[in-house]
């Protein structure tokens, strides 16, 4: 490890098939082919694909790679791969290692064993993959794996990353539309950047396995609140302790040999809580990378023996884990469409982009909602966390004045810029930001780019800048068909920042979004607020919204259909999971726990009362007698509310309506869940911890 770290220019994307080795391995015919490929879309011809993949092997096998798969994204939100090696029986039991451009260009694994949300019968279990070239391939272990697309034989989409890139296609003709009307006929595309943050917990392995809640289910369904939780602050940007530094840095070094930009980690809000975030890139590969992020911080974990927990709610009480999506506009030229500049009010074009931000936003909240909807995240969304359930925006003041100016008509006088004194000689002064940050909006403008908070920590960012994209591009296009016809282009394009701002403002908050005053001002200006994901999910089958998806050719009727079922029926699955596992934890491990604590009180003040009856003295069973009470009147409850929620189950089983049956399990289950941990949360406070099954709250938080 020493060693690499001294060279990090030289290991960084040492294990990707980049630009720089395609342009070094490959013909110079095939090398221009395929540029054109990855930067314009152009088809690629199958000759090309053979040289590309002729390359691609023997760099992977110089690089000690046995294996090939096609790595993709079904609609689990994780990864998935098939490795084949590369032996091929050339006769004489002699093999050579081969890979074809075929081999690159398309895979077939069997796909009835990944959801489709009844698109695809298990009887048809062809579906194929397709080589994304937009995305680098890259080794991992002994693997050289593809990023592909995932479709059924019919041609229907089983996968998060076709309708994303379909999205960039879309956002890309409207985007350029716009420019051109700007005169600027420099720029070839335009594409979206991503930049995700994720965060994570980190906890002893040891301790992990201990718990079959956190084994199954990835979070704690039962435990106590410790003595001492976030309260004091003391963790957020903490010192690293060593333990987790080394993990960090291992971590770094993996995900730099797969060109991942990983730049920045702290310590976050809650004990053991930490955040990772990479330099912005393509939105295609940011979304894949983030994907191979979430599964070597959970590899590079286990070998510290540590255990990372991804899960969007690990503790109750405790902080949640949330992917902030930093998302913006670029030209292929490297011009940030989201840049204000040092004047922004005059800044037309950056105007128009912004207010179709804004415009997107608002008319598509429920579709950015249902991307952020999973039964994980509901512990955040809605809940006592932020970001809030409601959809709303900030811009900061500064953006906001700018455009009540434009709408009032008045004319806006820039402050200039301002600086912090510090009143010590010795410190520079600093120039002040134009707006402060707003850290409790889902959907905050933080200076060049947009920062969507509502993400999962879990979920992949796939769905979620797919919306984006595709609504972005809807209100550019609309925005296109004005301007394309106007005579006096600045008039109409200033009438139009506007227009738009006066019709869309009410999705503007710059207040405190997590304030209980605002979900009562948000139902007054008409925003929605769906605080569950049975709630939000319906909405993707929203008229407006199958229209959007269909218009820009970025998922069918049928497609939304099947992906709503597909989320509806994961939503199920996981909380019925989560409860069978309370039910065997409360039934083999706390009710006996609590038992034979009372036994043992039990015994202890029998043997009390014996020894008070020989020797003349007052001996008090007080403790004893009450805890015994106390524990049996519990556990009585708990079992109770056992047969409560096994009750429920079979209820939610026989529901064939995934709609119904994800409702009735969000309201009913959900509760009888609620219920059963009060009980079990409070014999935990009164069990001795030698009787206790599983390491405490504080032991999994405190305890790295
Ligand atoms: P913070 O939000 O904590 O202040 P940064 O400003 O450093 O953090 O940015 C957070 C994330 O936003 C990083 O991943 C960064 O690369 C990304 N980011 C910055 N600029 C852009 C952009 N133009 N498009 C997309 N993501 C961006
Ligand atoms: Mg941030």
Not at 218 to 245: C, M, N, S
Not at 488 to 506: E, G, I, M, N, P
Not at 560 to 568: A, G, K, M, P
Not at 577 to 593: C, S
């Amino acid at each position: 490890m020493e060693e690499s770290m001294a060279n990090i220019p030289e290991l960084f994307g040492s294990n990707v098939f980049s630009d720089a080795v395609m342009r070094d391995k490959l013909p110079k015919d095939a090398y221009k082919a395929l540029r054109k490929t990855i930067t314009t879309g152009a088809k690629l011809n199958p000759d090309v694909a053979n040289a590309v993949a002729a390359a691609m092997k023997d760099w992977a096998i110089e690089k000690g790679a046995t294996h090939f798969t096609h790595w993709f994204q079904p609609m689990t939100g994780i990864t998935a791969e098939k490795h084949d090696s590369f032996i091929e029986p050339v006769g004489d039991g002699k093999v050579i290692m081969q890979f074809t451009g075929k081999n690159l260009i398309q895979g077939e694994p069997d796909a009835s064993s990944f959801p489709s949300g009844g698109l695809r019968a298990t009887f048809e279990a062809r579906g194929y993959t397709a080589w994304d070239p937009t995305s680098p391939a890259f080794i991992k272990e002994d693997t050289l794996c593809i990023p592909t697309a995932f479709a059924s034989y019919g041609g229907e989409v089983l996968d998060k990353k076709t309708p994303l890139l379909r999205s960039m296609e879309a956002l890309n003709t409207q985007a350029l539309r716009i420019l051109r009307l700007f005169g600027n006929s420099d720029a070839k595309t335009v594409g979206t950047t991503v930049g995700p943050e994720q965060e994570y917990f980190l906890v002893n392995q040891s301790l992990f396995d201990q718990r079959p809640d956190l084994l199954l289910t990835g979070r704690t369904l039962f435990g106590a609140k410790p003595p001492k939780g976030q309260e004091l602050e003391d963790h957020y940007f903490g010192v690293i302790k060593t333990r987790v530094k080394e993990f960090m840095n291992e971590l770094d070094e993996e995900l730099w040999k797969l060109g991942i930009l990983s730049k920045t980690e702290h310590n976050e809000v809650a004990p053991a809580q930490h955040e990772i975030a990479p330099i912005f890139t393509t939105t295609n590969v940011a979304c894949d990378q983030n994907q191979l992020t979430m599964e070597l911080i959970k590899k590079v974990a286990a070998r510290h023996d540590l255990a990372a927990l991804l899960h969007e709610k690990p503790f109750a009480g405790v902080n949640g884990s949330g992917k902030h999506n930093n998302w913006s506009m670029a030209t292929d030229l490297g011009e940030n469409l989201l840049e204000p500049g040092k004047t922004p009010a005059e800044n037309l074009q950056f105007l128009v982009f912004l207010t179709a931000v804004v415009k997107a936003v608002d008319v598509y909240a429920d579709l950015l909602r249902v991307s952020s909807a999973t039964a994980g995240n509901d512990h955040r969304l809605g809940a006592n966390e932020a970001p809030p359930a409601i959809i709303s925006m900030f811009l900061g003041s500064q953006l906001s004045e700018i455009l009540d100016k434009i709408e009032s008509g008045e004319l806006y006088s820039d402050p200039g810029k301002s600086w912090w004194d510090s009143g010590v000689a010795v410190l520079p002064p600093l120039p002040k930001d134009n707006t402060d940050r707003n850290r409790t909006s889902p959907f905050a403008f933080t200076g060049n780019k947009f920062e969507f908070r509502a993400v999962g920590s879990a979920q992949s960012i796939s769905c979620t800048n797919m919306v984006l994209n595709t609504a972005v591009a809807e209100i550019l296009g609309q925005f296109a068909d004005v301007l394309e016809t106007a005579d006096d282009f600045k008039a109409v394009a200033s009438a139009l920042v506007k227009d738009t701002y006066t019709a869309h403002k009410r999705i503007i908050f710059n207040g405190n979004a997590y304030a209980s005053e605002w979900p009562v001002e948000a139902q007054a200006r008409g925003l929605s607020n769906y605080r569950s994901t049975p709630e939000a999910l319906p909405h993707y089958l929203d008229a407006a919204n199958v229209q959007l998806l269909r218009k820009h050719g970025v998922l069918s009727e049928v497609e939304v259909e099947s992906r709503t079922e597909v989320l509806l029926e994961n939503y199920a699955k996981v909380i019925i999971i989560e409860a069978q596992t309370m039910l065997q934890m409360a039934k083999v491990d706390i009710l006996p726990a609590a038992s034979a604590y009372s036994e043992t009180l039990a015994e202890t003040a029998l043997k009390k009362r014996k020894l008070a009856g020989k020797a003349d003295i007052v001996i008090s069973t007080a403790y004893e007698e009450s805890a015994v009470a106390k524990i049996s009147a519990i556990s009585a409850s708990l079992y109770s509310n056992i047969d409560a929620l096994e009750t429920a189950l079979i209820e939610a089983r026989g529901i064939e309506d995934a709609e119904v049956a994800a409702k009735y399990i969000g309201d009913t289950v959900v509760e009888k869940m609620n219920d059963l941990r009060v009980d079990a949360d409070t014999l935990e406070t009164i069990v001795a911890k030698d009787y206790w099954p599983y390491p405490t709250y504080s032991d999994l938080l405190f305890g790295v």
